[in-house]
Nanobody, 127 residues
């Protein structure tokens, strides 16, 4: 069993930055697609960024150029560096893992594809 735990959320003014962390424990996988999702109030869950075991990344158009996903294998931690934050980035951010994927393929943004989820961390961006 794999466990994921998000941290690093908070409140920040528009234009500010936050770095979210996702600590991974339990089973170790050689291949996977790990994704940051977010869900705002009364909104559908949205895929933000994904990364596979080889470090290949994919981003939603809404965050390209502003967010960077990364991972540190030595600490089993995934990160989401968020810069130039906007009020529309306000949401609860979740990390999720699909351990049976060799890479983040065409279906990377479909939330139902992911087996394991963290509890989420809240991000609030004020105007």
């Amino acid at each position: 069993q794999v466990r994921l735990s998000e941290s690093g959320g908070g409140s920040v003014p528009s234009g500010g930055s936050l770095r979210l962390s996702c600590a991974v424990s339990g089973d170790k996988y050689a291949t996977y697609c790990a994704v940051w999702f977010r869900q705002g109030t009364d909104k559908e869950r949205e895929a933000v960024a994904g990364i596979d075991a080889d470090g290949r990344t994919v981003y939603a158009d809404s965050v390209k150029g502003r967010f960077t996903i990364s991972q540190d294998n030595s600490t089993s931690t995934m990160y989401l560096q968020m810069n130039s934050l906007r009020p529309e980035d306000t949401a609860t951010y979740f990390c999720a893992l699909a351990p049976d994927w060799y890479y983040c393929g065409e279906s990377w943004s479909y939330s139902h594809e992911y087996h394991d989820w963290g509890q989420g961390t809240q991000v609030i961006v004020s105007s």
